[in-house]
């Protein structure tokens, strides 16, 4: 029982020889990210401002594939999507298609506290951001240069690729080209031990995707979900991950089948194709469960009885 | 305008959002599907596609039907009383109901001074099952009347408004917000598969726990044949029919 806190950078074929000059930023990122989250929750903030404020900076933090450091569109462009769902009420909110909002997760949150709608996308939610008064920038603000490199990579290969990997071969279940795992995306979940679940997911979506295209993230029961039972938010391949209904699927198998947390995520991610999906998961019970069937994901974890965790691989 | 369609033998999918001049949202669902790496494209970007794929297009204007015109204009008057007249709603229609609904909260959803269940149109959905025991499911809409620009509903959400596996498939209309929240369509997939219950019995559950003060249906069929579906409102419009010659059309119970 207690507290429990859990957060991801994105999950894929991290290779083993990832030089430190990209793995540090993101262990650093980690690091400084869980030590918010924990120091939230031991000052007693509410759950949502607790998963929240974790993915604002996982956001602002330029490595990871959210707000700042989003890959890129086909088109060079930038398009942000974010969910943020509570597990006590089951409310949620989410948008997609973002180009000059700041914090994504920030604005999914308000669009499931001021609207009487969930799920917000494109223009009409950039046009209820502005009038909500949401920090925006320009939206060169979010591109990086490694980004821009990594579209170029990815076009030359004409894959749509995901972070961390060289564009490979790999066929995917929808018999479309070829598709990495796509690491980077961020989420986090958190239970305060009384019964409190939350659960935020933030991404850039694929490199290289075709401009409109949205993932996993902002779609409840795929990449983010909550309700009494735990709190999820997963990344991978966003297609995939859809179509496995992950999120919703952990609560589902611990509620109808009576698994524990740990047992019910990692029989879920084990169902799905290889390589295409990770996930972070807290239970109402302070219980914690970080499987992924990628090479590697970027996550962090730890709970009130004192345990900490920042990993890549096993 | 958005839709969604999905193939239960392997639970591929496709989903489209934000479209304005495609005649046939579910069929540039299914080529999202079909023909793009990817399972959802919406608003430019889905139009983009429709084009490169050259599905037909019209002008905005063609969507609209002077009944819609005539509905908005009301729908923005606050505390006017606005009801879908082809499926009535009996209490909830009164000025009194909805003034009482609006001071008491309760939870209820509120837009413009009416519960958001005023507000909600007929969606259109289908699903069926094959003589193998192959399920589909696609489901359309134009989302809820007066709705914010870029409101995304339960429709294009794969375990909302539509979902197939290969114990069956499922349709869902009514509350976005409620729909998308309850995760319905999925629900019902996931009490056969992981509770062993039987379509209608899930239909039902689903229905009757998992939709608090949400407005909504379903249709559903399972991979061996079950036709189901189910409504916490007043109606749904409905048609069904089997192989055996079983044949239905209803709006209410």
């Not at chain 1, 999950?11 to 690091?31: N, Q």
């Not at chain 2, 949400?214 to 409102?233: E, K, P």
């Amino acid at each position: 029982m207690g507290w429990a806190i859990a957060l991801h950078g994105g999950a894929g074929d991290i290779p083993l020889s990832l030089p430190p000059e990209r793995r540090e930023p993101r262990e650093a990122g980690l690091r400084h990210c869980l030590d918010i989250g924990v120091a939230a929750l031991k000052a007693g903030r509410p759950i949502l401002d607790v998963v929240e404020l974790v993915v604002r900076e996982l956001e602002n933090w330029p490595y990871f594939n959210a707000g700042r450091g989003s890959v890129l569109t086909t088109d060079g462009t930038v398009e942000m999507e974010a969910c943020i769902m509570d597990g006590a009420t089951m409310d949620c909110g989410a948008v997609s298609g973002l180009t000059t909002v700041v914090n994504p997760i920030s604005l999914a949150r308000v669009v499931m506290e001021k609207t009487p709608h969930i799920y917000l996308g494109f223009e009409g939610a950039e046009a209820f951001a502005k009038e909500q008064g949401l920090e925006t920038a320009d939206p060169s603000h979010f591109i990086t240069p490694e980004n821009v490199e990594r579209l170029k990579q990815a076009k030359e290969a004409k894959a749509v690729q995901v972070d961390y990997t060289e564009p490979s071969n790999a066929e995917i279940e929808n018999g479309g080209p070829l598709m990495e795992s796509s690491g980077g995306t961020v989420g986090c979940v958190a239970a305060d031990g009384l019964g409190g679940l939350a659960a935020a997911t933030s991404t850039g979506g694929l490199v290289n995707k075709m401009a409109g295209r949205i993932g996993d993230t902002p779609v409840i029961g795929a990449g983010t979900y909550a309700n009494s039972f735990c709190a999820v938010s997963a990344t991978g391949i966003g297609e995939a991950i859809i179509r496995g209904t992950v999120a919703r699927d952990v609560a589902a198998v611990m509620e109808f089948r009576g698994l524990s947390l740990k047992e019910a995520a990692a029989f879920v991610v084990e169902r799905g194709p290889k390589r295409t999906t990770g996930l972070v998961a807290v239970s109402a019970d302070g219980e914690v469960a970080m499987p992924y069937n990628t090479i590697g994901m970027f996550r962090a974890c730890a709970t009130q009885d004192g345990y900490s965790e920042v990993s890549i691989w096993n | 305008m958005e839709a969604s369609i999905m193939d239960g033998p392997r639970r591929r999918c496709g989903a489209v959002s934000g479209l304005t001049t495609v005649k046939n949202p579910i069929s540039l669902a299914r080529l999202v599907m079909d023909r793009s790496p990817h399972s959802y494209l919406a608003f430019d970007g889905a139009e983009e596609f429709a084009r490169e794929q050259g599905v037909e297009v019209v002008d905005n204007d063609y969507f609209i039907t002077e009944e819609n015109v005539g509905m908005l204009k009301l729908a923005k008057e606050a505390n006017t009383i606005l009801f879908d007249y082809r499926v009535p709603l009996a209490e909830t229609c009164s000025k009194a109901a909805a003034a009482a609904a609006a001071e008491d909260g309760g939870g209820l959803q509120m837009m413009n001074g009416l519960p958001l269940s005023v507000y909600a149109q007929e969606t259109v959905g289908c699903v069926v099952v094959d003589s193998q025991g192959r399920c589909a499911a696609a489901t359309s809409t134009g989302g809820l009347m007066n709705k914010k620009s870029g409101r995304i509903g339960d429709s294009p959400i794969i375990g909302a408004g539509t979902y197939a596996c290969g114990a069956c498939a499922v349709s869902c209309t009514g509350e976005g917000e409620a729909i998308l929240r309850g995760t319905l369509a999925r629900d019902v997939a996931a009490l056969m598969e992981y509770k062993g219950l039987s379509l209608q019995e899930a239909v039902d559950f689903v229905i009757k726990e998992r939709l608090d003060e949400g407005m909504a249906g379903l249709i559903a069929v399972s991979g061996t044949g079950d036709v189901a579906y189910g409504f916490n409102c007043t109606g749904m419009f409905r048609g069904c029919a089997s192989s055996d010659g079983f044949l239905d059309v209803g709006i209410w119970n």
